[in-house]
């Protein structure tokens, strides 16, 4: 069984550009949730999707846009980067949406906008 | 909204010691707990969960219970080892109009041989 993986694991961008990161979910998951991750501050939510759509999404500005393809992948765009966008982003599958759900998750990515 | 607090960190240990790591919500519905643990230089993996009120859950020795009167899902274990070593985060999720997980700050435990 294969894990959850991300791409890249660093990343370095300058402040006003844009990113995208990437996730493959655990075979199966047809759910993909992403995290931002501050220094020693606790996984913030960013946003899930179900079969291709949102179906949850916390306090992040609209210029956090995601997408899930039918192979249950998915990315994570983020345009107009800040200084204060620099955190490890976290990418979690789970089997189904719900509150009750584990979810299993990536190693992450690293960004440091400059 | 939604919060959950945990107690500050780190938590420093003498191996074979008892482990308390607390955690406190609020939610606005009735909401599912969780402990995760993250492992130096690994990502997150559930350690335990519970679901509804006086659920306990429970793996590797660790136990928590969901107490709904008191709103506290606390970590316990018996005698940690030094593989213990690691950050705990407490997390809830409720699903209202979609789902809105919650994650606390964690707490960071060292455990001495």
């Known amino acids: 069984e294969t894990g959850v993986t991300q791409s890249p694991t660093h990343l370095i961008k300058t402040r006003g550009q844009q990113v995208t990161l990437r996730c493959s979910s655990q075979s199966g998951h047809n759910t993909v949730s992403w995290y931002q991750q501050a220094l020693g501050q606790g996984p913030q939510f960013i946003f899930q999707?179900?079969?291709?759509?949102?179906?949850g999404r916390g306090n992040f500005p609209p210029r956090f846009s995601g997408l899930q393809f039918p192979n249950y992948s998915s990315e994570l765009n983020v345009n107009a980067l800040e200084l204060d966008d620099s955190a490890l982003y976290l990418c979690a599958s789970s089997l189904v949406p719900g509150p009750q759900e584990t979810q299993y998750f990536g190693p992450g990515t690293r960004l440091l906008v400059l | 909204g939604d919060s959950v607090t945990q107690m500050e960190g780190p938590v420093t240990l003498s191996e074979e010691a008892f482990l308390t790591i607390n955690c406190t919500y609020t939610a606005t519905g009735y909401p599912s707990l969780f402990w995760y643990v993250q492992y130096p230089g690994e990502g997150l993996q559930l350690l335990l969960k519970?679901?509804?009120?006086?659920d306990k859950g429970s793996n590797k020795g660790f136990e928590a219970t969901y107490r709904k009167e008191t709103t506290s899902f606390h970590l316990e274990k018996g005698s940690v080892q030094v593989s213990d070593s690691a950050v705990y985060f407490c997390a809830l999720s409720v699903s209202s109009g979609g789902y809105i997980p919650t994650f606390g700050r964690g707490t960071s435990l060292i455990v001495h041989p």
């Open positions: 999707y179900y079969r291709e759509e949102e179906n």
């Open positions: 519970a679901t509804k009120a006086d």
